[in-house]
DNA sequence: AAATATAATTTGAATATCAAAGTAATTGAG
DNA sequence: CTCAATTACTTTGATATTCAAATTATATTT
């Protein structure tokens, strides 16, 4: 098998499975409550500032509709609080509660676990390496698709 | 920024856009059509032979049922024949229509495409270092999270 | 021949999503 | 200043996807 082939293999199987592993992670571990798209909200919410909806519908790719119910989900499973903003009453801040916190972090943690793993046993300039190929792959969705308006 | 911050900030994009992404590359295409799960259905049914509703199923994680429908959608929409095996009349065989083909060749291209993007500028000896840590990556999720059951 | 097993489909329910309509607050043109 | 337009969010209604369980048809085993 050539290294196209090879690389392709990898990284389909990685690709395809990714979403679908890491839920599995999630249902095995004390956030069992959590879809992966709940998670991924949470992850974005982040741990400092409070964020508005429209921002972070837009950050997860979602409408504001959706977005709302989903933060309706996450309020009543006890990750995330609402407010309205008192500056201006249309729009309503989020943020993550102590246990939302405790869901990020574990989180985190599993993204750390998976990027040491893939950098283990690596010297410095075997990482440059993987940093070189990832961004090309960043690229050629970035680049190639862009009219499409990522990022 | 160190190696490992951006090594985790590349994958985080990649692997919780992917989906999406190849999803909005399908859109803008001949197949706009089709879902990215009805693509890796077409992907997962292949070329050449013909194969079983079961082993289908299995091969793209979904109920028997769930295979069902979806196949029922790809006969409508063109990519998909659907026959009952005279050996064993319970036993459904599906394949590819040519347009079914088409659209596999297209998927086929678009990672072939990704391959030789993110490819670009290594050596072969850069190349083989890059399966090293792809496998690493693979390793991680196979053994780490192997009781979850998958592969 | 009857019981059991297998392959696929159908059914019914749950969830997630979106577009469009609705509500409330703010901004800006005149 | 005022009211029309815009903005931020929520609600509504519809569609799509999925699963588990029940069902149908066929094959295998006892």
Redesign the interface.
């Known amino acids: 098998m050539s290294?196209?082939e090879?690389?392709?293999e990898?990284?389909?199987?990685?690709?395809?499975?990714?979403?679908?592993?890491?839920e599995?992670?999630l249902?095995?571990g004390e956030f069992a409550d959590l879809s992966i798209t709940e998670m991924?909200v949470i992850d974005n919410i982040g741990l400092t500032s409070e964020r508005t909806m429209s921002d972070t519908a837009k950050a997860v790719?979602v409408t504001s509709g959706t977005l709302t119910t989903a933060i309706d989900n996450l309020i009543k499973k006890g990750y995330v609080e609402r407010r309205r903003s008192s500056e201006d009453r249309r729009v309503v801040k989020i943020r993550l509660t102590e246990r939302g916190r405790e869901a990020y972090k574990s989180h985190e943690d599993f993204?750390?676990?998976?990027?040491?793993?893939?950098?283990?046993?690596?010297n410095?300039q075997?990482?440059?390496?993987?940093?070189?190929?990832?961004?090309?792959?960043?690229?050629?969705?970035s680049e190639?698709?862009k009219?499409?308006g990522?990022y």
Chains 1, 2 share one sequence.
């Open positions: 290294n196209h090879t690389v392709n990898i990284l389909v199987r990685l690709f395809a499975n990714i979403l679908d592993i890491e599995k992670c249902k095995i991924h790719k993204h750390k676990d998976l990027v040491t793993s893939a950098l283990e046993q690596l410095s075997e990482e440059e390496l993987l940093i070189k190929v990832l961004t090309n792959i960043d690229k050629f969705f190639k698709y009219h499409a990522w």
